[in-house]
């Protein structure tokens, strides 16, 4: 079974702290993803990895920053949070194949910025 | 573009009738399309894609290149069925999914 793990299911952070969500994937996936999860709004990529070290921009990178030093470590990071970064926060995990590819999620972290 | 789009945000049917979410995309390639569910307090899982052409716990979806949809549909829906659905399509030489939405299903008992 793939496992996508999340450091923290809650989290409540002040304005302008910086903050580190980590996701571990257990399953030697290549690509990895951070989304935001908004009502209305569906999933929004923040940034994903295809590789260690390696990243690209998703559709929401403003605000946010990405690093991927091993496989398996997938770390997202507010540099300085702000309340419209309240939010659930879901990692995901894929295999580099073809493009039918299921993303593994983890349980999400619900942020909030106050 | 590409685009997926969910018209509905909340659909609400009776246990036993049918449903039917909808779900159109834009993209003017080949299409590889998924459904994604989301229980309550549980995590975002695959439930069905379009490849596979298999039914899971109930639920089919077609794909119609000409309308450029792919609704998924169940003849006789069940509590358990409650949940949040979305819609994703893969695109060409892309790791990424594009999402839509999301719809809300209430199953009433």
């Known amino acids: 079974d793939v496992k996508v793990t999340q450091s923290s299911r809650y989290l409540v952070k002040r304005t302008g702290e910086k903050v580190f969500l980590e996701c571990v994937q257990d399953?030697?996936?290549?690509?990895m993803f951070w989304y935001r999860q908004d009502p209305g709004l569906g999933l929004r990529l923040i940034y994903f990895?295809?590789?260690?070290?390696?990243?690209e921009k998703g559709d929401i990178p403003e605000g946010y920053s990405v690093s991927r030093e091993k496989k398996e470590r997938f770390s997202l990071i507010l540099e300085s949070a702000s309340t419209n970064q309240t939010s659930m926060y879901l990692c995901?995990?894929?295999?580099?194949?073809?493009?039918?590819?299921?993303?593994?999620f983890g349980p999400g972290t619900r942020l909030t910025v106050t | 573009a590409q685009r997926v789009t969910q018209p509905e945000k909340l659909l609400s049917v009776f246990k036993g009738a049918p449903v039917e979410l909808k779900c159109n995309y834009s993209?003017?390639?080949?299409?590889?399309l998924f459904w994604y569910v989301q229980y309550s307090r549980q995590r975002l899982q695959l439930l069905l894609r379009h490849i596979s052409r298999e039914s899971i716990k109930g639920f089919t979806a077609d794909l119609n290149k000409g309308e450029t949809s792919f609704h998924l549909k169940k003849p006789f829906a069940q509590e358990e069925d409650s949940a949040m659905y979305y819609c994703?399509?893969?695109?060409?030489?892309?790791?990424?999914?594009?999402w839509g939405a999301g719809t809300k299903l209430i199953i009433k008992p």
């Open positions: 990895s295809y590789d260690v070290k390696m990243k």
């Open positions: 399953m030697d996936h290549e690509n």
């Open positions: 993209y003017s390639g080949s299409p590889e």
């Open positions: 995901a995990s894929s295999l580099f194949q073809d493009r039918d590819y299921e993303q593994y």
């Open positions: 994703a399509l893969s695109v060409d030489s892309n790791y990424q999914l594009i």
